[in-house]
């Protein structure tokens, strides 16, 4: 009987979470219903109801972080769910406040009509995307990475290049964006090579440094130990280093992921052919076309947040054994 008397309370505490869950996941859709409708009167109607979707937003997002699921699918579910709630509530107070404050599209256009321009000019979106992301981006990440890691692979066995190439390593990481930009240009033409050129300098040091930093992780114990079992040393790069280095070659892999896409828009603005996405944002800001500006610029930050999402998931299945893979 005490066992049985003690499965409600269990299960009351259980569905109140949900409950209070779906009242707010209501009370902000309700809200925001108002909130468009009084788009039509303006004024202090316009305002309280924004505010109040605001506060009903807030209030879900809140519940919904304080959920504790048993599930680990449900976890990773509401990893997902949390922020895009959270960016769907930016996007309708963006799409209120524009409006309700008659903003001009030149200064700020609503996300509506950003919407508009992404529908409406796919095919144009699609070929910049595969000028700067696909052929910019892509070659230029793979060389820079991948001649960053064998470089540091290099420098970890002579310690006359780790002295002298890495403080000119951290020189060259500094130089400015806009002046390597051009300079590419003159050298490789105005196609695509010329951003690969620029992205493999921009992404070659961060994986360098990451790259030597973590092959140096690897505990004085750790390698007593190898050499006891007479491994040698590709060995012991293999079973021991390069496994304790992944969480620093997957960190400079995440940098350098959104670090590329900046790199080849802004090397677009020095010289391109008619097709890019920097290209696109220059042109169509001399013509004051702000909602296609703004369509680029969302096609951009949803390429590299899949490129940065992709890379931390590869992270979680390559190093699920490090403490803070597992922590999460």
Not at 10 to 15: E, F, I, K, L, N
Not at 296 to 324: C, D, K, M, N, Q
Request: hydrophobic fraction near 60%; proline fraction near 7%.
């Amino acid at each position: 009987m005490s066992a049985g008397s003690a499965t409600p309370p269990a299960r009351t505490g259980m569905a109140a979470p949900s409950a209070r869950v779906t009242i707010a996941a209501a009370a902000t859709l309700i809200l925001a219903i108002v909130a468009f409708a009084a788009l039509s009167f303006g004024g202090w109607p316009l305002l309280v109801a924004t505010l109040l979707f605001w506060a009903a937003a807030w209030w879900l997002t809140e519940m919904l972080a304080k959920l504790r699921p048993a599930s680990p699918a449900t976890r990773r579910g509401l990893s997902v769910v949390i922020p895009l709630i959270f960016g769907l509530t930016i996007l309708v107070l963006w799409e209120l406040v524009v409006r309700g404050l008659n903003i001009q599209p030149v200064l700020l256009p609503p996300p509506s009509a950003i919407g508009a321009a992404i529908a409406s000019s796919t095919p144009l979106l699609w070929a910049d995307f595969v000028q700067t992301f696909l052929k910019g981006v892509l070659s230029g990440y793979a060389l820079g990475c991948g001649a960053g890691f064998l470089t540091a692979l290099a420098i970890d066995r002579s310690s006359f290049l780790k002295r002298g190439l890495l403080p000119l390593g951290n020189l060259v990481s500094a130089l400015p964006i806009v002046g390597v930009a051009p300079i590419m240009v003159m050298w490789f033409g105005f196609d695509w090579p010329s951003k690969a050129a620029v992205v493999t300098i921009l992404t070659f040091f961060p994986m360098l440094v990451n790259t030597v930093a973590g092959l140096g992780t690897a505990g004085a114990m750790e390698r007593d130990l190898m050499r006891t079992y007479a491994a040698s040393p590709a060995q012991s790069l293999l079973k021991l280093r390069l496994p304790a280095a992944l969480p620093f070659i997957f960190n400079a892999l995440k940098i350098n992921a959104t670090l590329a896409l900046i790199g080849a828009i802004v090397a677009e603005f020095f010289g391109t052919p008619i097709v890019g996405m920097g290209f696109r944002i220059s042109a169509e800001i001399g013509r004051m076309n702000t909602p296609m500006v703004w369509a680029e610029i969302a096609v951009a930050a949803l390429a590299g947040s899949l490129s940065y999402g992709l890379i931390a998931l590869l992270e979680r299945r390559a190093t699920f054994w490090h403490p803070s893979i597992r922590r999460g």
